[in-house]
């Protein structure tokens, strides 16, 4: 079974911080994602990654930036955390195929993160 | 710009009906469309995908539609559980891109 390590479950921060959000994958995918889940606004992709040192924005990049040193860690960074970034952040992995739309991603159970 | 749409007020049935999600989507072509679960406080989970040149795909007591005239898809749950009671995501996807674009969801409670 496919698994997606989130570092933290919960995690509090104040606002000018600068946070570090850890998603590590046991399954070798090429693919990454960073997802925030909001109520009334679903899932958001911030940034994906398909390769090592690749990284490409996804609709709310701003805020944010990304780590892919090594195929199986994705990091999401808030440069200075600020109160409106207070979310579920969820990262996912998937397989990389020639045909790409046709592989699911495999998400962990997300950090609940408090900017206060 | 791209638009899902999943209805957004929560479904409740009686243990043993059938349940229906729908999800609409604007402005895109997906060539495929995949469904997710999502519990409380867990990620999503991949259930179902069904491209577009499929009309139908069953799993089990799942069964999802493809209509790509009206651009929707429908997500049945047959004989449906408790257990299944939970939120469910549609994500349409368009060509190779790894990418999802992700509807808001729509929570399911089904009564004993």
């Known amino acids: 079974d496919v698994k997606v390590t989130q570092s933290s479950r919960y995690l509090v921060k104040r606002t000018g911080e600068k946070v570090f959000l850890e998603c590590v994958q046991d399954m070798d995918h090429e693919n990454m994602f960073w997802y925030r889940q909001d109520p009334g606004l679903g899932l958001r992709l911030i940034y994906f990654s398909y390769d090592v040192k690749m990284k490409e924005k996804g609709d709310i990049p701003e805020g944010y930036s990304v780590s892919r040193e090594k195929k199986e860690r994705f990091s999401l960074i808030l440069e200075s955390a600020s109160t409106n970034q207070t979310s579920m952040y969820l990262c996912a992995s998937s397989f990389r195929s020639l045909r790409q739309a046709n592989q699911p991603q495999h998400f962990g159970d997300g950090t609940r993160l408090s900017i206060l | 710009s791209q638009k899902i749409e999943q209805n957004s007020e929560a479904l409740n049935i009686q243990e043993g009906k059938t349940a229906t999600l729908t999800c609409n989507y604007t402005n895109y072509s997906p060539a495929y469309l995949q469904w997710y679960r999502q519990d409380p406080g867990r990620g999503p989970v991949f259930l179902l995908l069904?491209?577009?040149?499929?009309k139908e795909k069953r799993k089990e007591r799942l069964k999802v539609t493809f209509d790509t005239t009206l651009k929707q898809s429908l997500f049945h749950i047959t004989a449906s559980q408790p257990a299944d009671s939970a939120t469910y995501l549609c994500?349409?996807?368009?060509?190779?891109?790894?990418?999802?674009?992700f509807g808001q969801g729509t929570t399911l409670q089904v009564k004993p």
């Open positions: 994500a349409p996807r368009s060509g190779n891109t790894g990418k999802l674009i």
């Open positions: 069904i491209r577009e040149n499929e």
